[in-house]
């Protein structure tokens, strides 16, 4: 039986984040801000309203510069693959860089840096999942669902890259 999923908007620094929980309040989905407003949902259930209040809150830390470490229940869907290089990615430190080359050997996978790349932009839940600190091999920045430049300010907020001007958010 498929749960009831419950959404919620965050204005940001980076612009409007849609949130969505499941009846248990645990995160299943981020939309970036050039995704398509979602549907409105029911009125959640107390879990949920703490799972997307806590989901805010933790947010709103990140993007002040006082979160690193997200520690929120996650519901991500996708496959297998997909949930071993999203484990992957949530073993990258803030403020660090990767390559999907080097997900893919740290997997095991010889040849590999195509298929995480694939699963890396089927990631649901971006930033706190985050997929924004996987780039080329080259140290280039490489696609992400919320454009490049939002990617490059999310890694400027963590210092993994210097600033640029102009600055997407101070």
Same mark, same amino acid.
């Given at each position: 039986?498929?749960?009831?999923?419950?959404?919620?908007?965050?204005?940001?620094?980076?612009?409007?984040?849609?949130?969505?929980?499941?009846?248990?309040?645990?995160?299943?989905?981020?939309?970036?801000?050039?995704?398509?407003?979602?549907?409105?949902?029911?009125?959640?259930?107390?879990?949920?309203?703490?799972?997307?209040?806590?989901?805010?809150?933790?947010?709103?830390?990140?993007?002040?510069?006082?979160?690193?470490?997200?520690?929120?229940?996650?519901?991500?869907?996708?496959?297998?693959?997909?949930?071993?290089?999203?484990?992957?990615?949530?073993?990258?430190?803030?403020?660090?860089?990767?390559?999907?080359?080097? $997900?893919?050997?740290?997997?095991?996978? $010889?040849?590999?840096?195509?298929?995480?790349?694939?699963?890396?932009?089927?990631?649901?839940?971006?930033?706190?999942?985050?997929?924004?600190?996987?780039?080329?091999?080259?140290?280039?920045?490489?696609?992400?669902?919320?454009?490049?430049?939002?990617?490059?300010?999310?890694?400027?907020?963590?210092?993994?890259?210097?600033?640029?001007?102009?600055?997407?958010?101070?």
């Amino acid at each position: 039986m498929k749960s009831t999923l419950f959404r919620s908007t965050l204005e940001t620094p980076v612009g409007f984040l849609q949130l969505t929980v499941d009846g248990d309040g645990r995160l299943i989905e981020i939309l970036l801000p050039n995704r398509e407003p979602a549907a409105a949902s029911a009125k959640p259930s107390s879990e949920a309203q703490r799972g997307i209040r806590e989901a805010g809150d933790q947010l709103r830390e990140y993007f002040l510069g006082k979160r690193r470490v997200f520690d929120l229940p996650l519901e991500p869907a996708g496959t297998p693959f997909e949930q071993e290089v999203w484990a992957a990615l949530l073993a990258v430190p803030y403020g660090v860089t990767t390559s999907y080359g080097a $997900i893919a050997k740290a997997l095991g996978l $010889i040849n590999g840096a195509r298929a995480v790349g694939r699963a890396n932009g089927a990631n649901p839940i971006p930033i706190v999942i985050p997929c924004h600190r996987v780039i080329g091999s080259d140290g280039s920045l490489t696609g992400y669902g919320g454009g490049l430049p939002l990617k490059r300010a999310l890694l400027e907020l963590e210092g993994a890259i210097p600033p640029q001007e102009p600055r997407l958010f101070a």
